[in-house]
Structure formats: C-alpha cells, structure tokens
C-alpha cells in the first residue's frame, strides 16, 4: 500500500502477505534453522536416526541428511532454499550432507547476532564471500595428495562415510566391497580419471546378512529363465538384445480373413508356427544361444527356442537391456532377421540363481570388464535400503576421491584448523567485514561441537582441549575420537575424507546463507481457496 495525497492506493492484490526488513529476515533465518536442527542430530558416527512416517503411512528409517530431508514434506520457502543445499551437495560429491546443513544454519544463526549488533547484512555477506575465498585457498594448503591406486587410504575415505550410517557395523565389508568397484570402471581419458557410477548395477534382496552383501563382476538380471526346459547354467555365452515380441503378430489394420474349410484353419495355424520357427532358426544359424527380449515371448516360440538349447528372458527393462549391451559388446536390434553374428554379445558364463524368494540371471565374466554389480542383503527391508544409501555415499566419496585425489582429517580436526586460519586471516582485514570473517570462523566449530555433544561429551571442554592441540603445527590433524571423548590423531586413526566433499559443503552452506541473509522483503500471494474459488 502506498499514500498519494493522504489517499491510499492498492498495490498487491488483496490478502497478499508480506514481511519486510528485520521481520522478513527473522523470518527466513529462524526457518533454515530449523531445517538444521532437525538433522543436527545425525551427525556423526554417534549420531541418532530419524523415523519418517509419509502420508501412506511408510516408514523410513535413517540418518542420511538428504534422505530426511528429501523425504519431510517443508512448507517455508526459506527452508525449502536448505534442502535444496542437501540436493547439490549429494549430487556433487554424494557425501557430507549433514555437514553442509548444519553449516548453513550456524551462518545464519550467528549473522543474526551481529544484525542485532547493528552490522549491516551487506558487510556479513561481503565478509561471508571473503572468508570462503580463504577457506578454499587454506583447505587446499592443508590437504595431502594421494595416489588414484592407493587402495588402503580409498577404503579408509570409504569407511570414514560410512561410520554415521545406521549400519556401520558391516563398514569394512562393504568398504571392500566399494573400492573394488569403483577401481574397475574407472578409465584414463588422457591426464584426467573418468568414473561414471551408472555403469554400476546395484540390486536389493532380502534375506541372509549384510555380511553376505557380494560383487558380481558382470551384470545382474531381475529375471528367470522363461522355460523350465531351457538350461540353467549356460558358459561361453553368444547373446542376442532383441527389441521386438517374439510373437506372432498382429496387423495394424483391421483385417477379415475368410476361412471355408477346416484344412484353411490348419494352414493358417501351420503359418504362424512356421513364423516362429524361421525366427528361432535365424537366432540359431548365427550362433546366438541367449536371448534378452524387451518385450514378449509367446509358448510356441519359447519351446522352439528350448529344443535348440536357446536360453531366453522376456521383458528386461530397457535400462537393463542398455546395461547387457554395454557389458556383452552387443548391439540392440528390432528385427530379428536384420542381426548378424558380429552384432551378438558375449560372456564366459549366464547362470539362473535363487536369492531370497526370487530367481535372478546373473550373467559374468562378460566381454566389458568394467561392468560390476553389488548384490546387497540384508534381513529386513528397511535395512536393506539403509545398506543402499550406504553404499551410494561410501561410491560417491571414493570416486571424489580419485578425481580429485587430495585427503583431509575427519572428525573436526579441518573445521578446528580452518577456523584458527580463518581468524588470523580477519585480523588482516580490519573494519565491519573482519567481524563477519571471524564469526564464519566460530561457524565452522560447530561440527566438531556437533560430533561431541551426539557422543554425549562436553563440546565446550573437547573444542578448548581441541583449540590449544592445533596451537602447535603438529597438532593440525587432531580431532575428535568419538570413543574416547578426547583430542587424537585423525589420520593416525584412519578419520579421513576427500578435500572435494568439505569444500563443496563448505560452498553450498555458505551460497545459501548469503542468499537468505541478502532477503529483506517477502511477498507471497494469497494461497487459491478450494475448489477455485
């Protein structure tokens, strides 16, 4: 509403809500707050778990920070800014979620103060961009360099992802488990490692323990064998990727077709049979002895298709058939008649299984040796997609890893001596913004306060315990051992984790507070009533 001439005039629609200056920005700050205490919790290898019931009355239990927030419905578009910086990290770099969240939220928490203290958002902002400048520029001086094949210290940034999780207990298994993959289908392109994790398959039975969780150096087919007269067990396998129905089938017109004695029925019977059989006989004169159907297998082709020993899987998802052609060379064809020997796949071996209740084809020793799958176990289903996630961080830190092959200290020991830098560093800036830089400086304490108070330790004792260690340049490494409650080694305890996961979270926390905090006017319309009215 605006005034001209003492007369008010009408400038939103009426029932539009908005919220200026400090009444907008509390607004907006206490919102992403309370995003970040919701996972506060989480954080770390003593962390609780979230039990999330949706409106079907599902339930998911986890401490994955994307996974809550993905999955709590949030309403305040502040809040809604903050899940958002869960996506990004978790597509970035696949870890450090939580850290990133909680981050944010401390940024906003303390700018606040200094709001109070009259300080200008502007000058928090300009301080926040400077101190993330630095950050980048320390945590790079701080990292060290490993190499792409050393395997001990990939399991140990595998286990270190791993230690939050809910199933922490199988880490090391599945560590092995991770590195193996990863180290298989990652490929030299010139100076850089390219890793694409589509290429691996990861597929959830239940049944049997997490312990029984394996890698199949091959592919994985949710299947079975569509004829109990086809063999089960089949080596040196020639596989055909076919698109089309083997089926005999129907024109796309309308059509009549008049029949005036019984032997015209037999004839048009024998005719669609001999269909069949010329397609089988095609797929056996190429040398084809598997057959990968995206689409149907009528009875009669499936037993043409079992007397010549021909095994056969109907209905393969397409994303399946893309995977079969990456890890067999083969190609997909619609007409059967149109494919050549060249144009099949191979594999030294395809074998029907039993896992849990289900029969599945698992097809290995395949002509692409960086196809892999990860058969996941476990004896509940709320565990088994636990395990998954679990599995999805330890994949995504591990490929960070080697394309960016520097590691840090875990356990707060990074966040403690940034932090120190990071005040050193104000001093030299003088002014409004040095209080911005040394209150994102304080920011930053609160993961390692996190992981202290989730293990039921004083934070405050273990931070000035952990403050006076990283006084002295040999100190730089010590963080916090969560079973002891006392200042240790990081890398001596094998805490360690990629520079690209604590840098990314560093940027998304703080792209998200600046934003929030440059907010000063919040106009939201008037929500449409039911039924449009």
């Given at each position: 509403?605006a ?5 008010p005039v009408?400038?939103?629609?009426e029932g ?6 400090k009444?907008a920005?509390?607004n907006?700050i ?7 205490e919701?996972?506060?919790?989480t954080?770390?290898p ?5 039990m ?7 339930v998911?239990?986890?401490?994955d ?6 999955t709590i419905d949030v309403?305040?578009?502040a809040?809604?800014?903050i899940?958002?910086v ?12 939580t850290?990133?969240?909680i981050l ?6 303390l700018?606040q103060e ?8 502007t000058?928090?902002f300009r ?7 630095k950050?980048?520029e320390?945590l790079?001086?701080?990292?060290n360099?490993i190499?792409?094949d050393?395997?001990?210290s990939?399991?140990?940034v595998a286990?270190?992802?791993m230690?939050s999780?809910?199933?922490?207990s199988a880490k ?16 030299k392109?010139?100076m850089n ?9 990861i597929i959830k039975?239940?049944g049997?323990s997490?312990l ?5 150096n091959?592919?994985i087919?949710?299947?079975?064998i569509?004829?109990?007269m ?6 040196n ?17 309308d059509?009549?077709?008049k ?5 015209q029925?037999n004839?048009f019977?024998?005719e ?6 010329k ?9 084809a002895?598997?057959?990968f159907c ?5 009875d009669?082709a499936?037993?043409f ?6 095994v056969a899987?109907?209905?393969?998802k397409k994303?399946?058939?893309e ?12 007409n059967?008649f149109?494919?050549?020997?060249e144009?099949l796949?191979y594999?030294g ?8 209740n289900?029969n599945?084809?698992?097809i290995?020793?395949c ?9 996941i176990r ?7 997609d ?6 999805h961080d ?7 890893t080697?394309?960016?092959p520097?590691?840090l200290p875990g ?5 403690i ?6 005040k050193t560093?104000?001093?030299t800036i003088?002014g ?10 304080n920011?930053l304490e609160i993961i390692p306060?996190t992981?202290?108070?989730n293990?039921g330790?004083?934070p405050?004792?273990l ?5 006076s ?6 100190g730089?490494s ?5 079973d ?13 984790e ?6 990314q979270?560093?940027l998304s ?10 907010i000063?006017?919040v ?8 039924g449009g009215?």
């Open positions: 509403m005034q001209l001439s003492g007369v009408l400038i939103l629609k539009t809500d908005r919220k200026r200056g009444d920005q509390k907006n206490s919102a992403a707050k309370a995003v970040s919701s996972v506060k919790t954080l770390g003593k962390g609780m778990d979230k999330i019931v949706d409106s079907l009355g599902d998911t239990i986890t401490n920070g994307k996974t809550i927030l993905d309403e305040h578009p809040a809604k800014m899940v958002e869960a996506k990004t990290q978790d597509e970035k770099v696949g870890d450090g979620t850290t990133s969240v944010a939220g401390e940024l906003l928490n700018a200094l709001m109070e203290q009259q300080v200008h958002p000058i928090i301080g926040y961009r400077k101190a993330l400048v950050s980048k320390i790079q001086k701080l990292a360099q190499s792409i050393d395997i001990d990939l399991k140990k286990e270190t992802s230690n999780k809910l199933i922490s090391s298994h599945f560590a092995n488990i991770v590195v193996k993959s990863v180290s298989q289908i990652k490929e392109r010139g490692v390219f890793i694409d994790l589509d290429q691996l398959q039975k239940e049997k997490l029984d969780t394996e890698i199949i091959g592919m087919v949710d299947k079975e569509i004829n109990p086809m063999p089960k067990l089949l080596k396998a020639k596989i055909a990727l076919i698109n089309s129905a083997l089926e005999v089938e129907k024109t796309e017109f059509a009549e077709i029949i005036q004695t019984p032997d029925i004839k019977l024998a669609e049979t001999n269909m069949l059989n397609r089988v006989i095609k797929l056996k004169e190429i040398g002895n598997v057959v995206q689409k149907g297998i009528d009669k499936q037993n298709l079992a007397k010549e020993n021909i899987v109907r209905r393969v994303s399946d058939m995977k079969l052609a990456r890890a067999t060379n083969a190609k997909i064809l619609n059967i149109e494919i050549t020997s144009d796949g594999a071996k395809v074998e029907e299984k039993k896992i849990g289900d599945m084809i698992f290995s020793e002509a692409s040796p960086k196809t892999v799958s990860i058969l476990a004896g509940i289903e709320h565990v088994v636990e395990a998954e996630r679990m599995i330890a994949l995504s830190v591990v490929k960070a080697i394309e960016v520097y590691i356990g707060g020991a990074t966040e001596e940034l932090a120190k830098r990071l560093y104000a001093r003088g409004r913004e040095q209080l911005a830089i040394e209150v994102y400086a920011a306060k992981l202290a108070e293990a330790f004083n405050i004792d931070i000035v315990e952990l403050r260690k990283h006084e002295f340049e040999e730089s010590f963080g916090i051992n969560i002891l409650g006392k200042p240790d080694d990081m890398i001596k305890l094998g805490v360690i990629p520079l690209a996961v604590l840098t979270a560093i926390a703080t792209e998200v507070a600046t934003m929030i905090l440059k000063d006017d106009i939201a319309a008037s929500r449409l009533s039911k009215e």
